[in-house]
């Protein structure tokens, strides 16, 4: 065998020990034998793959916020422009905001959302963004365009749902009464019993909102 596949082999052999630690769901020893394998693999492909599995491992197995967020971010400085690039942006922000860093979630999820494609991800990182800013003291009408360019996008259902509760009742406290029904026809197919828009309802009829 030629001397690149001979030093091929103690990382690939590493790799599917993690692989199988993984399945015994020994989280520990499986991002030691990530880190082991990483080490020992010359091919920048399978480097990039390894690295991004640890990331992934600390932050949804391990719920080591700091690990994975130290990951991915070598991850970020090494393999600009992989073909994880985007989606460990995402995991930074989710490990940030995971921690409580409410600052740093959201300066990634910005980050994620300026970069990243129109998918679902980026109407989550979009809404993620809102919620964050709402609970900082931000007042809705700075966090309405989140909600409403999240909602322009392919939102998952419960993200939907939680932006559509958030943008009614924001337009709803500031009186946009236009705004707050075209929202509210939304909510009310998607989640007909909410409670948020039998109370929005309810304003509207009674002209609490103008």
């Known amino acids: 065998p030629a001397p690149a596949d001979a030093a091929a082999r103690p990382a690939d052999e590493d790799k599917a020990k993690a692989d199988s630690l993984l399945r015994e769901k020994k989280y520990g020893e499986a991002v030691a034998m990530l880190t082991k394998a990483y ?10 793959e390894i690295l991004f599995k640890r990331g992934q491992v600390e932050l949804f197995n391990l719920r080591d916020y700091d690990a994975a967020a130290a990951t991915f971010n070598e991850y970020l400085a ?102 707050a029904a075209k929202y509210l026809e939304r909510l009310e197919v998607l989640s007909p019993d909410d409670d948020v828009l039998k109370g929005a309802k309810e304003l509207l009829k009674g002209g609490g909102a103008r």
């Open 39 to 48: 080490d020992a693999q010359k091919e920048r492909g399978h480097r990039e």
């Open 78 to 179: 090494v393999f600009r422009g992989g073909k994880f690039y985007d989606e460990a942006t995402y995991h930074v922000a989710e490990a940030r905001f995971q921690k409580g860093d409410t600052k740093g979630a959201v300066e990634w999820f910005e980050r994620y959302a300026a970069a990243s494609a129109d998918d679902s991800r980026k109407a989550s990182a979009l809404y993620n963004i809102a919620a964050l800013k709402m609970k900082g003291g931000a007042p809705c009408g700075d966090t309405a365009p989140y909600l409403s360019n999240a909602l322009a996008l392919k939102p998952p259902p419960d993200i939907e749902r939680k932006a559509l509760r958030s943008i009614v009742s924001c337009f709803v406290s500031i009186g946009r009464r236009d705004d």
